[in-house]
């Protein structure tokens, strides 16, 4: 397929931020929905990009979108799921903070909390909160991913390993209808896995551009969680599971005339 310059500079938006809108993007050409809806049918018929409610996404692959583009993507629906996991924390708690642009999204809003212990293989996470006093926090050993400040590897593992602690935050690159917890890095899953459980309240966070991907490496599943925060889960089925497995959904910006989840 031969891509118009406009197309190209789709892609290429695409490459850098993980997603792209019609909304936006016919304001950033100055074009009419219609014609960048004709755009993304093109891009995606050539198997370029993949069609998305609203606009389009890079093909699922073997690699995530890169750190800055998803710290960007969705960051208010990320902000508004940090700052629900963080009501959940009392104060005088422990916990494992893992890897991800949403879990780094609750630890910037536990900053306001007290005497917690706060165990992280997330360089990101652990640098935020080491200024204030009345957070101890801990930061696993291991090989530090470049890419997003991430520890991975059989040394953080071990490390997970000898805590017991009151909650766990988590997240996952993707999530099927099915439950499943999906990840890229079989590395990093062993930390996620490890951290599951050795945590006597696991809790999901996870914004809804997650349903919309796939990632090859399995975390595990949606049951082994205890509290699941997203802004809003459109999947049936992975509802019904929730319900079915005791797993308190808890949606952020749930849409009007959905069916319920607990209350934020």
């Given amino acids: 397929m031969l891509l118009s310059s406009r ?6 938006i695409a490459k850098e931020q ?28 050539a198997r370029v990009l993949n069609r998305i409610h609203g606009g389009a996404v890079l093909p699922a692959g073997k690699e995530n979108v890169k750190y800055e ?10 902000q508004a799921i940090g700052r629900a996991a963080a009501r959940l924390i009392p104060d005088n708690a422990s916990l494992f903070i893992n890897i991800g642009t949403t879990t780094e999204a609750v630890g910037e809003a536990l900053t306001d909390h007290h005497e917690l212990m ?32 991430g520890i991975v590897g059989e040394a953080a593992v071990d490390f997970i390993r000898q805590f017991k602690v009151d909650f766990a935050v988590i997240g996952a690159s993707a999530i099927d209808e099915d439950g499943a917890l999906l990840d890229f890095d079989f590395r990093e899953v062993k930390v ?8 006597r309240h696991v809790i999901l966070v996870s914004d809804s551009s997650k349903f919309e991907r796939t990632a090859p490496v399995r975390i595990g599943h949606i049951s082994q969680v205890h509290t699941f925060i997203t802004d809003h889960c459109p999947l049936t089925r992975l509802r019904t599971i929730c ?22």
């Avoid at 993980?18 to 929905?33: C, K, M, Y």
């Avoid at 996620?192 to 945590?199: D, E, F, G, S, V």
């Fill in 18 to 45: 993980g997603r792209v809108l019609v909304d936006e993007l016919a304001q950033r050409f100055s074009v009419t929905p219609q014609t960048i809806r004709k755009d993304l049918n093109d891009l995606c018929d």
């Fill in 7 to 12: 197309q190209v500079e789709i892609v290429a």
């Fill in 69 to 78: 583009a998803r710290r960007s993507m969705a960051a208010a629906e990320k």
């Fill in 192 to 199: 996620a896995q490890a951290i599951i459980a050795n945590a």
């Fill in 243 to 264: 319900q079915e497995r005791d797993v308190r959904l808890l949606e952020t910006a749930p849409v009007p005339g959905a069916q319920p989840s607990a209350e934020v």
């Fill in 118 to 149: 706060v165990i992280t293989n997330n360089i990101n996470v652990a640098n935020r909160l080491r200024i204030f006093p009345s957070i101890e926090v801990v930061i696993a050993g291991g090989v530090v991913r470049g890419a997003d400040g």
